[in-house]
C-alpha cells in the first residue's frame, strides 16, 4: 500500500511562506487509489492551498469530520459550495451537538459547527455516523469511536460543554472519531484534536486491533498537558514502539520541544503544506 498525506492547513505556515495558515486542521489522504479529506479546518481556506498543491478536491471519495468544533469542521460548507460534492461524509454520533467553550463564569461562546443537518439533507449530502467501536469503509480503511478511559493522567478539559434544553452540560466528546490506515508497516493513526486523551484513543485502538502502531498524526491536545501527563504520553510512544509522530495544531510548544527531544528524526512538526509518504 501507498499512503500520502499532506497538510492542507494547520496553525503554522509552510517553509516558503506560500499558503495560508490558520488555527485549525485539514488533512488530504490518498490511500491507494482512495481519496480522503480529514478535517477541514476554520474556513475555507484550505481550498485555496489544495489548489496551489494541485490536489483536486473533485476527486474525493469521503470526508471525515473527526468533531464537532469549529477548527475541525468550519471550512465544510465551502467545500461543498465549491466542489461537486461526490463524498460521502463521515462524522461521530453526536457530532451536531451544540457546542461551548467556558470563557468564564455564566458566559460561554459557540464552539461548534457552521452548519447543521438541515444543510447536508438541503445539499444532498451522503453522510454516516459511526456509533460503533470500529467501523470499516474498506478492509484498510478503519474509525474508531466510544474510546475507553482508562488513564489516570488525561483528563477533558472542563471548559468545553454541550448546549441541551437550554442547560450546559459538560462535553464528553462521545462524537470524536479517529482514522486509522492499516499497513505492512503497522496501522498510521489520523487524529483530530483527541480530546479524550491521545493515550486513552491509542490504547483503545490496539486493544481493538492487536496490532502495532506505526504512526501518529495530527492533533494530541497536549496545549494543556502537566508534566506528568506529557511524561507519561512520551512513556507510552516509547512502550509502544511508534516509529514516526507527526503532530501538530493543539499539540503546544512546550509538548513540541519535549517530542523533539525525545525522539529527534522520529518527530515531525506537520505544519501547513507539509507531505508525509509512508510506503
Known sequence: MDLRITTLIENNPDKDNLLLSEHGLSLYLEIDKIKVLFDTGKSGDFIKNAEKLKINLNDL?????????????GGFKSLVENTNKSFDLIVGNGFFNKKYKLLEEDKYKFNG???????????NISIRYVNNDLFKITKDIIFFSNFEKNTDFEMINKKFYIKKDNQYVKDD????????????????????????GVVNILKTIIKRTNMPIYAV????HLIEADELRLNNTIEFFKENNIKLLALSHCTGE????????????????????NVIEII
Request: charged share 20%.
Open 254 to 273: 512546550n509538548a513540541i520541544k519535549k517530542f523533539q527531544y525525545e525522539f529527534g528524526n522520529n518527530f515531525i512538526y506537520n505544519n501547513t503544506g
Open 217 to 220: 498524526i495530527g492533533g494530541s
Open 61 to 73: 471519495d469521503y470526508v471525515i469530520l473527526s468533531h464537532g468544533h469549529y477548527d475541525h469542521s
Open 113 to 123: 459547527n457552521s452548519f447543521d443537518e438541515k444543510f447536508i439533507d438541503k445539499n
Open 173 to 196: 466528546f462521545l462524537d470524536e472519531i479517529v482514522l486509522a490506515v492499516k499497513h505492512e508497516k503497522g496501522l498510521i493513526v489520523v487524529l483530530g484534536c483527541s480530546h479524550i
